[in-house]
């Protein structure tokens, strides 16, 4: 892969697992800083080290609960510290509930809207400053439920359509201080995070997991789910000279998943 991304600074926060970890791994192969935020110091050792032994750089990583304002602004000091910048901000963070609409307590929605909302509200803001001086680009990770509403799914898809109106609002103030604002709308894709969904999903029906998934698979017609690297690829384009025209956009990488027009 070509270091089209030499020098430039990345955080990815949600980059220890799953699709956050795809994109941190691939923009590190193309020659990136990254910097991997998320809460577990364990599961961010893991990551770094998995990403050093596949690229042969290791990542920076950092701790911290980005469902609190203090967590985010000791991210944003720690990457201003180290590089003095950022290039590009990918809010990758969130893991919100599926399951029965009754059975979900109000801490489950606050803290899909802490996890995933306002912590990318919250980097936002800090980085927006340092991500126009040098002509950066943000790209959310979403999801379709945004535009897809489910219900064994809701809190997911509240969560989500917020932070895609969010997203389009911010791009209209990058228009004018040179920040690309885009945002990827994944479809069920292979990860401990979707194996958790179905888990919820099947406890609210009474169902196993494998029957869930085999629904879901079936009700969507696709032919397989998504895999991280197929996020990653499309960030990485978002984030590339040849996107620079590209702005406010919200992309599904579903497999063809999404029912609705665009």
């Given at each position: 892969m070509t270091k089209q991304?030499?020098?430039k600074v990345v955080l990815v926060s949600g980059g220890s697992r799953g699709i956050g970890f795809g994109i941190g791994q691939a923009f590190a192969s193309a020659g990136a800083e990254v910097v991997l935020a998320a809460s577990s110091e364990q599961t961010l050792a893991a990551a770094a080290a998995a990403v050093a032994a596949k690229v042969g750089r290791r990542p920076a990583t950092i701790a911290a609960d980005l469902r609190a304002e203090v967590g985010c602004r000791a991210v944003f000091e720690e990457v201003m510290t180290r590089y003095s910048g950022c290039d590009i901000l990918v809010n990758s963070a969130g893991a919100t509930k599926a399951g029965d609409f009754l059975a979900l307590p109000d801490?489950?929605?606050q803290?899909?809207?802490d996890l995933k909302f306002f912590a990318c509200v919250r980097l936002c803001r800090l980085f927006w400053p340092a991500l126009a001086e040098r002509h950066g680009h943000v790209v959310n990770i979403i999801g379709g439920a945004a535009r897809t509403p489910d219900p064994g799914f809701l809190i997911g898809g509240s969560v989500n359509a917020a932070m895609a109106n969010?997203?389009?609002g911010l791009?209209?103030?990058g228009k004018h201080a040179g920040v690309n604002v885009n945002a990827i709308y994944p479809g069920m894709t292979e990860t401990e995070r979707v194996e958790q969904l179905f888990e919820q999903r099947a406890r609210?029906?009474?169902?196993?997991s494998a029957e869930i998934r085999q629904e879901l698979i079936a009700r969507e017609g696709l032919q397989r789910l998504g895999r991280p690297e197929?996020?990653?690829?499309l960030t990485l384009f978002l984030c590339g000279e040849e996107a620079r025209h590209i702005q406010g956009v919200a992309i599904a990488v579903d497999g063809g998943a999404t029912p609705g027009l665009y």
């Open positions: 991304f030499a020098g801490g489950d929605w803290d899909g809207f969010f997203t389009k791009a209209g103030l609210a029906a009474g169902k196993s197929d996020i990653a690829a």
